[in-house]
């Protein structure tokens, strides 16, 4: 996945995306502390922590893999953090009155069909799993 040649300016990347996701998950902890019933309530509080706590645990498992000169690394958790930053970003819009219909009908949409994208996830975890890629 990584060229030698690059490993040093990915580091860089991956330590500023480290550092923004704790600072975003400490501040998530402090709404959890002020009120936690109310904050464990909301499934958005919930999908905050996943959107900032994924990418953290993927960048700190990329560091480990450039500091190992692992040249294929693994970008499964990169690849479900992205998954849910567009998730979150797509509830950060609701707040535009003129987005704010279309991605309720999208929300709408996506809340129907939740079953298809279980098994659909599932579906691509296994084969991801059960298929090593030889480089």
């Avoid at 990169?78 to 309720?104: A, D, G, M, Y």
Wanted: charge should be positive; proline fraction near 3%.
């Amino acid at each position: 996945v990584y060229d030698l040649n690059h490993e040093n300016s990915l580091t860089g990347v991956f330590i500023i995306i480290i550092t923004m996701a704790s600072l975003f998950l400490l501040l998530e902890f402090q709404q959890a502390i002020l009120h936690p019933r109310r904050y464990f309530k909301s499934p958005y509080n919930i999908l905050d922590i996943v959107t900032f706590a994924l990418p953290l645990a993927g960048s700190i498992s990329q560091i480990n893999h450039i500091n190992n000169n692992d040249v294929k690394g693994n970008i499964s958790t990169l690849s479900f953090s992205v998954l849910f930053i567009f998730l979150h970003f797509l509830f950060e819009l609701r707040v535009n009155k003129k987005v704010c219909q279309f991605v309720t009908i999208i929300i709408r949409i996506l809340g129907k069909i939740r079953v298809f994208f279980l098994i659909f996830a599932t579906g691509i975890l296994a084969f991801t799993i059960g298929c090593p890629v030889d480089v």
